[in-house]
C-alpha cells in the first residue's frame, strides 16, 4: 500500500508527539528529525488538530502535543485523515467486465480488505511499544558486537 506524503508526515507527527504526550514538539522539530518540509507537515498538524489528535500551544517555547488516546487510535484513524479509502466497489477500469479483470478485482480488493483490517488492528501505543522493542534490541545487539569484536 502506497501513502501519500501528508498521510505519512501525519504519522510521523502523531507517533512522534504519542511517545511523551506531556512534551510539545514544533513542526519544525518533527521535521528536522524525519527530514521533511516543515512547512508540509504543519499544515497536516492542523489536520491532525482538527481531528483532535493534537493540540497546538502559541508563543514563545509553543508547539505541539498528542491529545489522543494512544491505546484506541488505530494505524487506520490517522491513514483515513487523509486518504480515500475505497471498498471493493473502486472506480470502474477498463477491463473490468472480462473475467480476468473480475477476478483480478477480486484479488486486489481481498488485498486492500487485509490492509485496512491490518491498519485498524494496530494502535498507536502498540506500534509505539513495538518501535521501543526494536530500539532495544538493537541497543543489545551493538552491545554484544562491542564486547565480541
Known amino acids: 500500500m502506497k501513502l501519500q506524503k501528508a498521510t505519512r508526515y501525519g504519522l510521523y507527527a502523531v507517533l512522534e508527539l504519542a511517545r511523551d504526550p506531556d512534551r510539545q514538539l514544533s513542526a519544525t522539530d518533527i521535521a528536522e528529525r524525519y527530514g521533511i518540509s516543515a512547512n508540509h507537515l504543519a499544515k497536516v498538524l492542523r489536520d491532525l488538530g482538527r481531528a ?27 491513514v483515513k485523515l487523509f486518504e480515500t479509502i475505497e471498498g471493493n466497489a473502486g472506480p470502474r477500469e477498463a477491463g473490468d467486465d472480462t473475467d480476468v479483470g473480475g477476478a ?39 552491545a554484544r558486537t562491542a564486547v565480541g569484536g
Do not use: C, H, P
Request: zero cysteines.
Open 52 to 78: 483532535g489528535l493534537v493540540e497546538a500551544a502559541r508563543g514563545a517555547g509553543g508547539g505541539y502535543r498528542f491529545t489522543g488516546n494512544a491505546r484506541r487510535v488505530t494505524l487506520l484513524d490517522v
Open 104 to 142: 483480478l478485482n477480486l484479488v486486489l480488493g481481498e488485498i486492500d480488505d487485509i490492509a485496512r483490517a491490518t491498519l485498524g488492528s494496530v494502535t498507536l501505543s502498540t506500534l509505539l511499544k513495538t518501535m521501543q522493542w526494536q530500539g532495544e534490541r538493537r541497543e543489545r545487539l551493538k
